[in-house]
DNA sequence: GTCTATATATAGATAGAC
DNA sequence: GTCTATCTATATATAGAC
């Protein structure tokens, strides 16, 4: 190696980071973790978990890589971190549900809507979605959080089969997917209105015959579980 | 990992990569480059774009590093190299949009199945769909595909809405991320018959009623470009 | 609490020997 | 046609100064 190697060596100077300031703790309340999460959650929800690193986390946050790794010890430390789900199932689910027998697909699909189109909202789910493809440990954080929390009670609150909710849920990430991630047209630009009347008799259809369409499915007793997990 | 800096100096004694061979090309007629193909293949489905390695594709292919950037340039070259897609539509969407009428819905859904059962069609396809999460050219490359060469010729054999086409594959891609990678039960052990039962009387709704549950929908005239883009 | 400096690993890519 | 060796860039992670 010629001289190239190191070039450079003094501090504070021929470094312009973003504004000028010593180096110690900032004066106030530090409200720098949550600005590391929340840019977290954007890169993770831009890029997936294995092509966000921290120093890019770091960048957006406008604080120091080692900052990072000081609050949160490692990457996955910062995903797990903000990975907290934005939406509360608990509170959620079960209003949903208590909607009348045949508006619950319009329900269903509205509240669905409004959290995806909510942006704050859509982002740490699209950040588990992105990195739940190439991620082993995303893809078992978003297994577990959709089989427990929604699927399973879904399926309990309602006596609806699990198979039934599977296929709802199926066609409402497929369409988030279309509208958000690849952007095809026209479900990209569509109203919520022009979805709620695509989408919601699907979903009300899933809810409404318990048996399909010959009779064939294997069923889950309301509020009893069959044995299959 | 090397434990040292420079473990090796002389060839094919201290390295035991697969058969001892020496340097130089290989007798017979060269089936290397196709190798490679499928090796990429499989990799980019398990990992998508950026978290797949030439070095881990020539690795999994049995073959030096610099023999893959030899074929194919840089990585760019393996990726759109190993993507042709699997399935023809030119071949494929006819048949299936030749279906009788009232049974358009169960054809659609047997022939998607088909497809994504069979692992040699289902890996880029997968790889797309991975890449496509966390990469843009991937992406692109998958909006251009769908939107071209599947959705809007659908749209145009059956004279059936954009909107309610996109619905359709929605659904049918929602299920298979579900099924195949989230890997989420029942869902994911379902029989044919059981997802022809479930999703066929969903895909046929798509494509029977022009007008959705009550003809609020834009439509697009069969055969004809409604100035959508 | 925040920073600089650096150790270590691995990525994509190129040059040239055989 | 296939390989070794190496360059450059960037990743995660750690040590320790202030």
Redesign the interface.
């Known amino acids: 190696m010629t001289d190239v190697a190191r070039p450079r060596r003094d501090s504070g100077e021929g470094t312009r980071r973003r504004a000028k300031r010593g180096p110690g703790r900032r004066p106030g309340p530090t409200a720098t973790r949550e600005e590391i999460l929340n840019a977290a959650r954007t890169m993770f929800a831009e ?2 978990y ?2 966000t690193s921290l120093r890019s986390i770091a960048r957006a946050a406008g604080v120091d890589p080692a900052l990072v790794h000081h609050y949160f010890g490692n990457k996955e430390g910062v995903f797990t971190a903000a990975m907290r789900f934005p939406v509360d199932p608990t509170e959620l689910l079960p209003r949903v549900m208590a909607a009348p027998k045949e508006r619950i697909g319009e329900t269903l699909v509205r509240t669905f809507l409004s959290v995806w189109e909510d942006e704050t909202r859509r982002a740490p789910i699209l950040a588990l ?2 990195s ?3 991620n082993e440990r995303a ?1 078992v954080t ?2 577990e959080f ?2 427990t929390a929604l ?1 399973e009670r879904a399926s309990e609150l309602r006596g609806t089969p ?3 909710v ?2 709802a ?10 509208r958000f ?7 990209a630009s ?1 109203s919520t ?2 979805l709620v ?6 979903i009300q ?2 809810f409404d015959e318990p048996g ?3 009779g ?3 069923t889950a007793a309301p509020g009893e579980n069959n044995g ?2």
Chains 1, 2 share one sequence.
């Open positions: 890029k997936g294995d092509a979605l992105r739940a493809m190439t893809a978003l297994r959709l089989t699927l699990k198979l039934r599977n296929a849920a199926g066609q409402m990430i497929g369409v988030m997917f279309l991630v690849l952007r095809i047209e026209p479900i569509a209105e022009e009347e695509l989408l919601a008799p699907t259809r899933y399909g369409t010959d064939g499915d294997k299959h997990r």
